[in-house]
Each structure stands twice: as structure tokens, then as C-alpha cells.
């Protein structure tokens, strides 16, 4: 099966499984787990913070920062496309207690001047502002500038306000950007990214920042039943994301560009580059999606991701050059009998 609906359906690979069967682990609740200690100093230091924290999941990493960083009652202010306001079910005013200022985004950045002006000033009628949370790499494919992220920041301080930075995809925005992640992270007060997307492994993200705020972010962890006991076996596929997978990004990029050209080439189809800088693929066609989608699961392709009139195609591990030519081959063949 070729499954170019997301990075998040990549299987461990031969290394991974290895690594799990020789894991050393212990009780990660009691913190001594030494595989889960080891990935979360490895992920500590790859983007430049005190200390790290493993998670089941993204959505659950975003969740605990927010709780860490905020107060019930008070307003968070991010992106009106971003992760955690569109896909993680609301958890945030559920779980937090928070209200959302959102701000549109162009390219997957939200205008800086509406920022500022977003951040709440004393007055008895008003939320306090608690928040600013930003995504980079975006959903959207875009990934913003350091220029981007410094001016976040620079706003955040004046304002005496933290940063969150949802980097699910973390190390595919570093690639772009040709820099570590780290060159990132360091606008943000606290970073998630996963390892079960682009970096393949089954399970995991991770939530870095100070010391202090990684202790209440465990806590709120624990309270939300992400307290794991054995998870070394977990880890230790993580450990080889991190030393081994985010080596590889730039050959889902360079395969996104592959797939996107030839999509560009066939008649009906017209891809959005100016949404090329990581492994996804957003490309508009005449035809019926839904029945394109259809017909190439027959053929063992998964298809989707739809956004609007748009189709989501996303490269990672488990797609070659010689998986995105069959289905090239087999579009082709299809676009035929229309």
C-alpha cells in the first residue's frame, strides 16, 4: 500500500524495531526509565532547552503547555488555521480554561501588527492575555522566516508574555531553513514536535523548555493520563529519529518537489507552489477527488488530506521515487478513461 495521505502512517523501520527489542527501561512515572531519560536530554539539546518531556502525542504536548503556561480564564492568542485551534477538539478552553484570539494568516504567519494589538491591556472587563502560540513548520506546507519568529518574540517580551511553539514538524521547517532546530526554538519559551511524523516513529513528542516549567508540564501530564510506565520501549525508537531520522527530511522535500512537478505537468492539475517548502504536496485538480480517491484505493494508493478545492499529498519515509512513478503511472491510466 502506497499511503500518501500523511507522514504520520510511516512505519518503524528495521532500526527502530531493534532499538525497542534491546530498550533498558524502567518506570518512567518514577523517572527511571534511563531510555526515556536519554531521549528527552537528546531532545533537550537539540533544541537548545533545559529540559525535555516525552508524550503519547502531539496534540497532548500543546495541550500540557498550555496548561503550564496559562491560567484558567485567561485568552491565548494564535492562529485562526493553526493545529490547536482547528484540530485538537477544543481541548484548550476545555482543558485550560482559555479563550482564543485568533488571528488570520497569510502564508501560515499571522500578521505581527495584529498581535500586538490583540494583547489584552488592564481593564475590569477584559481576559488577561496569557499566551502567544505559533506554528512552524504550518499546516498549511509554509514555513516562516527567523525574522517571523524573532518579531514574535520581541512582541512576547514587551508584552511580558510566553511563546509556544507547535513544531510538529519541527525538523522539516529547519531543513527548509537550512539551519537546526534549535536556530527555531530559541523564539519560543516552550516547543513541541512529534517523532511519529516525518521521523517515523510509532509513537511520541516532545515538549522542551526551562526547568521549572517541564516540572509543572509533567504534572499536568500525569493528570491527563499521559504518565507512562515501561515507555522506554518508546524511546528508544524516538533516540533513532532524532539521531537518524532528521538526517533524511531533505529526501521527503526533494520527492515532494518530484511528486509536485509531475502533478503540475498533467492537464487539470495545478499544484500550490508557493506551499512547497516541506514534504507536502497541495494541488487542485478539475476532477472529482473524491472519485479519484476512490478508484486508487483499488489500485493500493492512498489518497486525502482535502483542504477546500485542494488535495493534501504527503511524502516521508515509506515513499520512494519509484512508489510516487506507479502512481504517477496509474493516474495517467485513469485520467484516460474520463
Do not use: W
Amino acid at each position: 500500500m502506497i499511503d500518501f495521505r500523511s507522514d504520520t502512517v510511516t512505519r518503524p523501520t528495521k532500526a527502530m524495531m531493534e532499538a525497542i527489542m534491546r530498550a533498558e527501561v524502567g518506570d518512567d512515572v518514577y523517572e527511571d526509565d534511563p531510555t526515556i531519560k536519554a531521549l528527552e536530554a537528546r531532545a533537550a539539546e537539540m533544541t537548545g532547552k533545559e529540559e525535555a518531556l516525552f508524550l503519547p502525542s502531539g496534540t497532548m504536548a500543546n495541550q500540557v503547555a498550555i496548561l503550564s503556561h496559562t491560567r484558567s480564564g485567561d485568552e491565548i492568542i494564535l492562529g485562526s488555521k493553526c493545529h490547536i485551534k482547528v484540530y485538537e477538539v477544543g481541548a484548550a478552553a476545555m482543558l485550560a480554561g482559555v479563550s482564543y484570539h485568533l488571528i488570520d494568516e497569510t502564508d501560515g504567519m499571522m500578521d505581527t501588527s495584529a498581535i500586538s494589538a490583540g494583547i489584552r491591556g488592564e481593564n475590569i472587563h477584559f481576559p488577561k492575555t496569557g499566551l502567544i502560540c505559533v506554528e512552524n513548520a504550518h499546516g498549511s506546507g509554509h514555513v516562516a522566516p527567523l525574522s517571523y519568529m524573532e518579531t514574535i518574540r520581541t512582541i512576547a517580551r514587551e508584552n511580558d508574555l510566553p511563546v509556544h511553539l507547535d513544531g510538529a514538524r519541527l525538523f522539516n521547517a529547519a531543513v527548509h531553513l537550512g539551519t537546526e532546530a534549535k536556530a527555531i526554538a530559541k523564539y519560543a519559551d516552550s516547543v513541541m514536535f512529534c517523532l511519529s511524523k516525518g521521523l517515523a516513529s510509532p509513537v511520541g513528542s516532545m515538549l522542551a523548555g526551562r526547568a521549572a516549567f517541564i516540572k509543572t508540564a509533567r504534572k499536568y501530564r500525569k493528570m491527563l493520563g499521559g504518565g507512562m510506565r515501561q515507555a522506554g520501549i518508546l524511546a528508544a525508537a524516538g533516540l533513532v529519529s532524532l539521531e537518524t531520522m532528521t538526517k533524511r527530511l531533505h529526501e521527503d522535500h526533494e520527492n515532494a518537489g518530484y511528486l509536485a512537478d509531475a502533478l503540475d505537468r498533467l492537464p487539470g492539475f495545478t499544484v500550490d507552489k508557493n506551499a512547497r517548502h516541506i514534504n507536502m504536496v497541495f494541488v487542485k485538480s478539475t476532477i472529482d477527488m473524491d472519485r479519484l480517491s476512490a478508484h486508487m484505493r483499488t489500485q493500493d494508493i492512498l489518497l486525502g488530506g482535502y483542504k477546500g478545492d485542494y488535495m493534501r499529498l504527503v511524502c516521508h519515509n515509506d515513499i520512494d521515487k519509484k512508489a510516487i512513478d506507479h502512481f504517477l503511472r496509474k493516474l495517467e491510466t485513469y485520467l484516460k478513461t474520463l
